[in-house]
Structures are given as structure tokens and as C-alpha cells.
């Protein structure tokens, strides 16, 4: 335990997106690509996603919605058919304008989002309402065009769920709207232990095409807010510009309602961000690549085969969980602490010869370094709580910072030094103009992150925090990333 | 039983690319896009593409090779480093030259594959022989640039994965490619009931920019062949240009050795071919998206409720199958039966009042019809049975259709006969010259398509059947799609 080199790590208090840059890089989650605004996953990083995506996929069919694949182009007439959708959508295109070695007739967008290429072929599928409802959901790559990368959380190109869902009626519609958002919720709260506000979107910033978007909204330490999941209520927009119609049970033609839902990799950035220390990553053992390395002691004097023979042998034992035994010869043994915490495992078995001739084995908590000594026959289920107590600890932690971080103003001087001090959520009145909204935007930098589920439907009577008009329901406002 | 509605299906023998996209279209497996060149999967054809890559995915990681993502741009100087294989991609390329708004100073080409932007990366990663092997796959979309849609066998974009390995020893690098192939032919043969010779690729007919390309080679009912899955030697061609090297255990700089695999959705297109008859899809219970459908008689007299109720009874005792229970009412009993034999699943149980009183159910195999009829209690043995059954009577049939149109013919003359009245695969001596494989193709559209890896170690000779020189080896040839 010697030579105790540590890695260089930007400290997370001093200089919060130095650190960020630092842990994605060193603990080899990502990198960036030889192509500006792009980003490349790496193994350890990946493997996040598959854990996140093996869940989501689960709920996802649990609903009875199927996957499928649609193309990555979309001509640009199909794009420019609904309005506001590619009113919203078009600075960010990378456009397709030579294939095959010749200039295309017409040029073929990559797709920023699938509405308008799925749409059209859900007019042609569509007939009867026996066809309803149509529940389909794509895991795929986006390219929107972003000038400057940053890892995971803003990338030129990314990768997502993307669900798009046609009903009989606009109830049974936005019952698909909630259930996707909750699930997105219990992806955050249940896997990725990040405590957020589910809430409906403002006018201003719903999604483009939509009746109205719902999100999850998540607060990262610097106090800046994240969309982290968002599902979307598109009425009848998509189904009048598509031509997207039905025969009803009364032989009648009749227009459906839609629905559309995505979450991406962002959310890996989002969790990053929200447990990460100084030491670098924090996983929560849900979604952990690995949730128990075993670190034998190989010094001069130990056996190194009676060493990794125990090892295994305890791997074997905890063959419940993602054990990894880390073998490497070249490496100190404090250089390969440093390696483990930075890569966030959430728990450390270090095994030397004093442990075996004991049968007692030292397990290091990564979220607390907390250690405690266990017998052999108690291992496995002492992980398992131990784990399990990580994960709901760092939920609770994130709970807490979200509600700290949820302030009520006064009024509005007080909304602006609020804001700047602290940044965070700020839970105030607002009369629903979009005025009012542009200029607190203008004065602070600050939105209408969402109006939270909670209070959807509460009866309240307030002033506007700008404009002292009458209001009836408190929003989150914050500083978007 | 009485209104019996055909599906209309052009017939396998009369017309074989019109039966092809109408099995294609009508079983909902895909259907073309409004995008030239593209298709759509959907959820039908989708779930056999989910079916494969789980367990491809299985074998994959067994190897030690790890998922990860790259990003789908690659710039145009990247790409352009390996001189043949930028020269054998580039009549197919996609490039994007706006993004946000603005013409791109450098083009964006999508890639066709991903070895220009994987290794510009991994000579970045690679110092030490520690760091090795790498290993490497992505599961995504690929683009090469198609005027005409052959749904799933040919189309712009498609889904694939594509190994990639960094490796210390040639040795060890031809394990990975013999690994690979051997992988893609456990998939072949075990899932998808797929017949076909595994075979290392001629010179010409290599990928471009390897050393040598192993495949396996498919035949398909109408005597063409297709190259189902490859995996390419790249030896030291790529780490040159793209300076990837290491320092050796001796401390000396070294440059690696490389390997590349990749298997798409274009076996979904071989499935449909080779297995499919007049009434539709046969699909290999082990990768059908429903292994057995339950199709409850639902006549005037009978009591739906019960019929209901018995058949989530029979679904919940064949629990370790996929099973699906057809509850539309609409439709007649037997355009049910149409339509799921269009759809191909492996076996149907019919179940109305008359089953229930005798507690015995007719089963009925797609593959050949036969019909048996089963007690409760010997349901699930005799299913598990009967799909073992199917799954390697697909494979026999495959074997020896494929070895029934594997001929060996006496000269040139009956060669060129052969191959005009049969198609198929034509063994014979070649002298392995480029030149006699030109004008093999030229006279008959016929190209080697792989010497057989078990006749690689053979000591024969012969005389090239074009040529009449010495030729050590008889290669396969054969039509490609």
C-alpha cells in the first residue's frame, strides 16, 4: 500500500464542470469523437445505458407497447408539414444532400426526432378503429446540431427511446401520457436515485408540435434544472397534417389522438452530476456495471493463487450480483482504490491473507467509505442490504438537496437575488403570460421549469411574481442547462 | 368455419420475388418507407431482429468483448485514410454538408462502417500491451447507398453489429475472426435454421480494406447466394494509416493486429426465403416472435367466458413458451387460421367446446400441417417436443437443399450449363487467379463465393476449370444477391 498515487481530479466544489469533464473521462464513461459536437460511449459508460434500457424496455412493454424501426432520414417535405414542429427543429438539422455520389432531388434531414416520417406511415397502416391503438416505441440515434460538446448532456448526436402512440380518444391518449411519464419517474427515483418534480410544461416550452408536454424535472448541483424524461400530448396536430383518420365503430371517419415520449442518454450526465464526489463517480447499485469488486492484496509474501482461488470462490457466493475480481498484477494496490472509487463501484471487498486465515472480510461502502468486517456466511446477505441501503440513501440525499434547493420568494427583488445567489428551484405564482415569462427569462435567466403534478389541480389564488396580476397556481422556475 | 377468406399471396413457385414482398409486407414484418432505398421494420419483423441479438449478444459478450457507441458521422479525411477501403465504400456514401443552418467546412460522411472512426479513437486509447486486447462491438444503423429496395436483403440503411479488435499477436487476432464466424454460424444453424458453408473469401471478393474475409455463404430457394455474415482479418492495414501502436512488454513500440465482424438484419431476409411457403412465413420456434397461438372456436353456441377462460388456463401451463391467445372477434376462425399461418408460427392450437368436454387439444405444426391431438396433462412436454421437432426438421431441409444444389460439374461447358439451368453452387478448381474469376462472372454471373474453411487444409489437385493451370483448391461459386 506503498506507492499511493491518486489520479487528478478537479475537486467538484472548486470548479463543478471541470469536474464533470474529469470523472466522464477518467473513469472512461466517454470521450470525445473526432467530430465536433460528438461524443463517443465507452464500455463502462454503455454499459449504464443497457442497465437503463433493460428496465425502461420492461415497463415500456409492459404497456403493450412494441418496437420497431423507422428510417434515420426524413425527406424535408415530410418535416415541414406541421409548423411548429419544424419551426423548433430547424436550426439544429444535419442534412443529407449527396448519395450515392450524386446531389439529391430533394434532401433528406436526419432525423432530430420521428414524428413526421412515423406519422406518415401510420396514415397508410391506419384504417379502422379496430387498428387502435397503435403503440410503438424506437431505440435509436437523433442527431440535433450542437456547436459546443458537452458529454452526454448536449451532443450533436445521442441516443433515446422514442414511443409514438395513436388512440381512439383524447382521454385514452393522455392516460398513455402519464403512464410514460411514470415510468420515466421510476426510472429516476427507483434506478437512477435522482429525486425530480414530474410537471406539465409551460406554452413556451413544450414541445414543438405538441398540445402539451409533460416532464421530469431534475436540479444538478450547481443549481441549473434538467429535463430529464418528457412525454408529450400532440391532440389531433400531427393526425389533421398527416391525414391520419380511422373508420369508427359508426362506420364515420374520425381523427385520432397522439401521443409522443423520449428519454435518452442525458440521463446518464444527470447522474453523474447529482452523486458524484471528489473521489469521482457515485452509482447506485441498480444500474452499476458493477456493484461489488474484490480486491486481493497481492503482497510479496501472499499466495496470489490462494488469493484469486478465494476470490473466486466468493465471487461464486455473491453470484447474485455484478461481481468484478480486479486482477491486475502492475498496479498498486492504493492506485487500484483510487481506480474503483472513481469508477463509482458501490461496494469494495478487499481480500488479503489476514481475511482468509480470519474468514472475516472488510467491505468498503463507496458512498460513505464506511467498512465493515463480515463472515463468510453472512457475506451474501449483508451485500445485499448494504446495497440496498446505498440505494435508497442516495435517493434520500437527492430528495433532500431538491427540497433545500426549492425556495419561496417574496417578491420579485427578492425572486432575482434568490436566483442569483442560489440558483436552484424557485416556486412562485405566475399568471400563465408568456410576457411575464420572457422577462423574468430576460432579468434572471431563469424559466418555468414545470407546474408540478402535485399542484395541477389545487385551487389557489396569488399574484403573479411580476406582474402582481392575479394567479392561480405556483411554478418551478429555474435556470435550464 | 364458413366464410374461408384467402389472403391473397402470390405462389412461392410461380413467382419467387413477388411471393417474397408479399410474405414481407402482408406477415407485417416490413414495409417501404417514403424515403428511396429504406424501409421500416415493424414490430413483427422487429421482435425477430430483438430474438437474435439477445442471443447473439450472449455469445458476444462470452468472448469478452464489450457493447459500445461511436458516433454515426465520420469526416471525409477519416474515411479516406485506408485507400481500397475508402475506394470500396465510396460509390455508396450518404454525406451530410449542412448542419445548424450552415454548409459544413469539412463533409460529414454516415458511415457505411465504423472501422475509420473506431480506430482514430483506439490509437488515442492504445499505449501499452496492457491496454490489450480491445475489444469491441456496437449494435446500430448503417448506411450504403441503394437506388433499388430489396426489402431487408438490400436496402440504404439497416441494422447491424460490428466487432472490432485490437489484438498483440496475428495468431491471436485469426482466433477473434474464427470466433466471430463461428458465432455467426451458431445463429445460422441453431436459431434460425439456416444451412450454409462457412469459407474464407477470395481476393477480389474480400472486404475492403482487409487481409482476407471469412463468410458464411446462404443459398436461397431461388439458387442465388448471400453472404451471411462476415468476419475480415485486417491485420496490420488499419493500425498503419491510423498509427495505432503500443509499448511492448519490452518496452519497444509495436504495432497491433485487427479484426472486424459484423452480422445484419439481411439474415431476417434470408429467414423469410429460405424457410416460407405458399401460405406464408415458417419461422424456427427459437427465434419466432410467438411460438404457439391459441385460437379459441368462438361459434354462436359457444360461451366466450369459458373459452377464454380455458385458453389463459392452457397459456398460463405453457408458460416457458411465448404464447399468444387470438381474442378477435371479428374475423372468421379460418381467415384466422390464414393469418397466422402467413405470420408463421410454429405450432396453433385450436381449442373450442368439444376440446374442452374431451380435456384433449389439437395441435397444428406450420411447418407440415399434421395435426395431433394432446392431453392436458402431457401439453407442455408434447410442445416443447414438437418445436424441437420443427426447429431441426428447418435445419435438415435447409442442409439438404443446400447440398442437393451443391454440384460438382466436369469442365467449363457443363459449368456454364449447370449454372444457367440451376443457379446454385458450383464446386470446382480455380487457379485463384483475379482474372479467371472475372471471366467466370462475366460468362455467367457466377463469382466465388468462398472456399469451404473445411477444404482450406486439403492437399488436392486439379486443373482451374476456366483456365485448365494448376489450381490446389476447389472453391464454391455461386450467383450473389
Not at 380511422?246 to 442525458?266: E, H, V
Not at 453470484?319 to 472509487?341: A, C, M, S
Not at 432575482?416 to 432579468?443: L, N, P
Amino acid at each position: 500500500m506503498a506507492n499511493f498515487e491518486k489520479k487528478e481530479l478537479t475537486k467538484k466544489s472548486d470548479n463543478f464542470s471541470g469536474w464533470y469533464q474529469d470523472v466522464v473521462l477518467k473513469a472512461e464513461l466517454a470521450d470525445y469523437a473526432p467530430v465536433k459536437g460528438c461524443m463517443v460511449i465507452r464500455p463502462y459508460g454503455y454499459v449504464i445505458w443497457e442497465n437503463i434500457q433493460a428496465e425502461l424496455d420492461k415497463m415500456i412493454k409492459a404497456l403493450g407497447v412494441k418496437n420497431a424501426y423507422f428510417p434515420i432520414f426524413i425527406p424535408e417535405t415530410l418535416l415541414k408539414k406541421e409548423k411548429e414542429h419544424v419551426k423548433g427543429f430547424s436550426p439544429e438539422l444535419a442534412v443529407v444532400t449527396i448519395g450515392g455520389g450524386e446531389e439529391l432531388k430533394e434532401k433528406l434531414i436526419i432525423r432530430p426526432t420521428s414524428e413526421t416520417i412515423m406519422y406518415a406511415m401510420y396514415a397508410k397502416w391506419l384504417q379502422s378503429y379496430r387498428d387502435l391503438p397503435i403503440l410503438m416505441n424506437q431505440w435509436n440515434n437523433i442527431v440535433r446540431w450542437e456547436k459546443r460538446t458537452y458529454l452526454f448532456l448536449r451532443t450533436t448526436e445521442f441516443l433515446w427511446q422514442e414511443g409514438h402512440t395513436v388512440h381512439e380518444t383524447h382521454e385514452e391518449a393522455m392516460k398513455m401520457v402519464r403512464d410514460a411519464l411514470d415510468n420515466y419517474l421510476k426510472i429516476y427515483r427507483d434506478y437512477l436515485a435522482i429525486y425530480g418534480y414530474p410537471g406539465i410544461k409551460s406554452s413556451a416550452e413544450k414541445f414543438a408540435g405538441a398540445e402539451s408536454s409533460y416532464t421530469y424535472e431534475i436540479l444538478t448541483p450547481d443549481g441549473k434544472t434538467l429535463q430529464g424524461g418528457t412525454s408529450h400530448d400532440l391532440g389531433q396536430k400531427f393526425a389533421k397534417v398527416f391525414n391520419i383518420k380511422y373508420l369508427g365503430r359508426d362506420k364515420k371517419l374520425y381523427m385520432p389522438y397522439q401521443t409522443s415520449w423520449g428519454f435518452s442518454t442525458r440521463s446518464i450526465g444527470a447522474l453523474i452530476m447529482v452523486h458524484g464526489d471528489d473521489n469521482g463517480l457515485i452509482l447506485p447499485p441498480k444500474i452499476s456495471p458493477i456493484q461489488i469488486v474484490i480486491i486481493p492484496v497481492f503482497n510479496k509474501n501472499a499466495s496470489k493463487d490462494k488469493l484469486v482461488a478465494k476470490a473466486e470462490e466468493i465471487k461464486e457466493k455473491l453470484k447474485n450480483f455484478r461481481v468484478e475480481i480486479d486482477l491486475r498484477q502492475e498496479e498498486t494496490f492504493g492506485w487500484k482504490l483510487n481506480d474503483w472509487e472513481m469508477r463509482g463501484v458501490p461496494l469494495r471487498l478487499e481480500l488479503g491473507e489476514k481475511e482468509i486465515r480470519d474468514k472475516k472480510y472488510s467491505l468498503v461502502r463507496r458512498d460513505n467509505f464506511e467498512k465493515v468486517k463480515i463472515g463468510e456466511n453472512e457475506l451474501s446477505l449483508t451485500v445485499e442490504k448494504i446495497l440496498d441501503d446505498i440505494q435508497q440513501g442516495l435517493l434520500n440525499k437527492s430528495k433532500k438537496f431538491v427540497l433545500d434547493n426549492t425556495r419561496e420568494v417574496k417578491n420579485y427583488e427578492e425572486f432575482k437575488k434568490t436566483m442569483k445567489a442560489h440558483r436552484g428551484f424557485i416556486r412562485a405564482y405566475w399568471c400563465e403570460s408568456s410576457k411575464c415569462e420572457e422577462k423574468i427569462k430576460k432579468d434572471t435567466k431563469a424559466t418555468t421549469r414545470c407546474l408540478p403534478l402535485e399542484d395541477m389541480d389545487k385551487k389557489e389564488k396569488g399574484k403573479c411574481i411580476y406582474c402582481q396580476k392575479e394567479a392561480k397556481r405556483k411554478w418551478l422556475f429555474g435556470q435550464a442547462y
